[in-house]
């Protein structure tokens, strides 16, 4: 095609008008783009990070697809609140990039499991196929003390921490969250029972102090970057409730919202492992909580950031509140 070469003048003004032009089409393009936000995991079960994220950017009025592993209850819900549901499993690569392709942002999380790196490493490849422009990646606190030379016995922590180092090397846009360990994911569940049966929070965790973090806060962070993502493209977030205390003060603010007593007991982990391996849990799983109570123990879950109140301007939830949220559960208020 031929250009009419102008003057020296003309050639740096025709070069100004058409940046414009391809800024204006760029701001228009940003503006009326409207593919949707992917959040893997979204099923879950209330509290679930997935499925709270799904719930909070369909609030924002922003489009969500919601991936989810089969059709029920969940899905119908999800669906009904106004997501586009979308069926398929995060090791299936044909599955993951029918999914992902035609989404612009990606939240990546799913339950513990021993495919977790190769998920990860799928939704990685497509994500670069299909130029994702920001993705989400739940990780763990316990991450930012590991290395080659330090790790853990757990392996779920073990393939978060290659998950992160491989997406720093994918060239994706990448926000990585470390949440420490979830009220409603660990607490809710595994001290519910002997605190409603016999008032005592039975745990191996010694007299290590924790600050468990709230899903519903760790999701409200999420879909604070998924909804503007560029300021926080390539930091890390780590996330943790109000304050770090010892099992004697978390039984405490049990105490305080039940209006009974409940104690902590520091119980043999010997005796929590044969309890959990009664339960039926997975061997990845349980391996997993046994070195987090060793690492409850050794201190390394005595940790604290303001990463809720930064991103979201609220305080995380504190125990007692979410103790208070969830007082049935826990044997109801007296
Ligand atoms: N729990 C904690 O204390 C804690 C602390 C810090 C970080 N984290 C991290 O948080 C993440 C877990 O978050 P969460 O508790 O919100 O998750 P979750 O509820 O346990 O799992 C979310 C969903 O993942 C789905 N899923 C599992 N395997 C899948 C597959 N192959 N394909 C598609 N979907 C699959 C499950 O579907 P179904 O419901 O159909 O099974 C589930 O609904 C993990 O990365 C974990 O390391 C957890």
Not at 131 to 155: D, F, H, K, R, Y
Not at 217 to 229: E, K, S
Not at 265 to 291: N, V, Y
Not at 300 to 318: C, F, L, Q
Request: charged fraction near 25%.
């Amino acid at each position: 095609m031929h250009h009419p070469r102008g003057e020296p003048g003309e050639s740096g003004s025709n070069l100004i008008s058409v940046t414009r032009a391809f800024i204006v089409r760029r701001n228009s393009e940003a503006m009326t783009d409207n593919r949707s936000i992917l959040v893997t995991g979204a099923a879950g079960r209330l509290g679930a990070v997935g499925r709270t994220v799904a719930e909070l950017l369909l609030d924002r009025g922003l489009p969500v697809r919601a991936m989810v592993r089969r059709e029920d209850d969940r899905a119908a819900a999800l669906r009904a609140a106004g997501a586009e549901v979308v069926l398929g499993d995060l090791l299936e690569p044909a599955d993951v990039y029918r999914v992902v392709n035609g989404c612009r942002r990606i939240y990546f999380g799913m339950s513990l499991s021993p495919g977790y790196l190769e998920a990860t490493m799928t939704m990685a490849a497509v994500a670069r196929e299909v130029e994702v422009e920001a993705l989400v990646n739940m990780s763990q606190m316990t991450v930012s003390q590991m290395s080659i030379q330090q790790t853990t016995t757990s392996p779920q922590q073990r393939q978060h921490f290659l998950s992160e180092q491989a997406l720093a090397w994918s060239g994706l846009q990448v926000v990585t969250i470390r949440p420490t360990v979830f009220l409603e994911g660990f607490f809710l569940p595994l001290t519910s029972p002997s605190v409603r049966d016999r008032g005592r929070i039975e745990l191996p965790f010694g007299q290590g102090k924790t600050s468990p973090v709230a899903t519903a806060d760790v999701a409200r962070v999420i879909a604070a970057v998924l909804a503007d993502p560029i300021p926080h493209l390539g930091r890390i977030y780590e996330l943790t409730g109000p304050c770090s205390q010892d099992m004697h003060g978390v039984a405490r603010e049990y105490s305080d919202a039940l209006n009974r007593e409940v104690v902590y007991s520091d119980i043999p982990p010997a005796d929590w492992e044969r309890e959990l391996k009664q339960t039926g849990l997975p061997e990845h799983l349980i391996r997993h909580l046994l070195t987090m109570a060793d690492l409850n123990r050794a201190g390394r879950y005595d940790r604290m950031s303001d990463g809720v109140e930064r991103m979201t301007g609220r305080p995380a939830m504190s125990i007692r509140e979410f103790v208070s949220l969830h007082a049935d559960a826990f044997g109801g208020r007296r």
